[in-house]
Structure formats: structure tokens, C-alpha cells
């Protein structure tokens, strides 16, 4: 993505030697390296590792309110197309645009001011990169099965969820 988006790439060089000048990079310096960061999760968004989730109804339910689901039906859980859903990531969701993840610039896409204001945004792990929801951006699924490599939430944090 970075040879075909060279305005990226130069941000990209830009924050790196402005970081690290001419060493060589340690572990400390990661969150420090927040717009690499945000290369690689809309790299994840455009082209995630997991492109569907498979699920088994546990309870009749419905679907969007109107489609009726039954217990024990399989379904898979689209990420592709979430990943890139307007409503959620603005109107050029099929654009590599990291700077939709980077909180420390813009509002990420499809949120507007008062949205960040009210934290509908979400952060994921670095107070400098945000998501516009819960479950808005899943390049490797999400809850009790997702990756092994994400630490899960904090035991206040699932206190604070229910």
C-alpha cells in the first residue's frame, strides 16, 4: 500500500525519523509510532486476516430487527464488508486512508465532533488511535475466541462494560 500511496509513505518516513533519527528502533519506541501504526490497521481494515466469522445462533433472535434467525442456524459474521461500510467509515471506506485511525489529527471517518465528544469513538489499546465503534473494525475477530496476541480488557474495564 505504501508504493501505491507515496504522500503515506512520506508521512510515514517523516514520523520515523523524526522518532528515532538515524538508530535503530526499540520495543519503547512503538507508541511513539503511532501513524505506522495506523498504516497497519486500515492495511487490516482494507484487507483483513479473518474475512468471516462463523457463529451459531445460541437463541431465536432477529436480525436487524426483522430477519428472523433460529436457534442453531450458522451464520457468518461478514468483516469485509464491515470494514468497509460507509455508514461507519465515511464515504471513502474503500480508500487506504490511515489517518481515519490517527486521533491525534482528525475525528475518525464517519464520526463527527460531538460523537468523539460523547466517546462513542473507541480506542484500541494506544489512546491515539481510535475506531469509530465496538466492533467496527475486527481484522481478527472479536470476544473470548478472537487472537491469542490481544490482551483481554482489564477486570475494571468488564465491570464497566455491563
Known amino acids: ?11 510515514l518516513y517523516s514520523e520515523i525519523t523524526q522518532v ?3 538508530r535503530q528502533p526499540s520495543y519503547e519506541d512503538f507508541p511513539s509510532l503511532t ?3 495506523c498504516i497497519m490497521f486500515e492495511t487490516l481494515r482494507l ?3 479473518v474475512v468471516g466469522v462463523p457463529k451459531v445462533a445460541a437463541e431465536d433472535t432477529l436480525l436487524l430487527g426483522k430477519y428472523p434467525i433460529p436457534r442453531g442456524t450458522a451464520v457468518i459474521f ?6 468497509r461500510d460507509p455508514e461507519i467509515w465515511g464515504p471513502d471506506s474503500n480508500e487506504f486512508n490511515p489517518s481515519r485511525f490517527d486521533a491525534r489529527h482528525r475525528h475518525p471517518a464517519g464520526a463527527n465532533k460531538s460523537e468523539i465528544d460523547d466517546d462513542t469513538s473507541v480506542s484500541f489499546g494506544n489512546e ?3 475506531v469509530p465503534c ?6 481478527f475477530s472479536d470476544g473470548q475466541r478472537s487472537c491469542l496476541g490481544i490482551p483481554p480488557p482489564s477486570p475494571l474495564a468488564r465491570g464497566m462494560q455491563g
Open 78 to 83: 461478514d468483516i469485509v464488508h464491515v470494514h
Open 1 to 11: 500500500m505504501l508504493a501505491l500511496h507515496p504522500a503515506v509513505q512520506d508521512t
Open 128 to 130: 491515539k488511535i481510535r
Open 134 to 139: 465496538k466492533g467496527a473494525f475486527l481484522p
Open 20 to 22: 528515532l533519527g538515524t
Open 47 to 49: 484487507f483483513p486476516s
Open 35 to 37: 501513524y505506522a501504526l
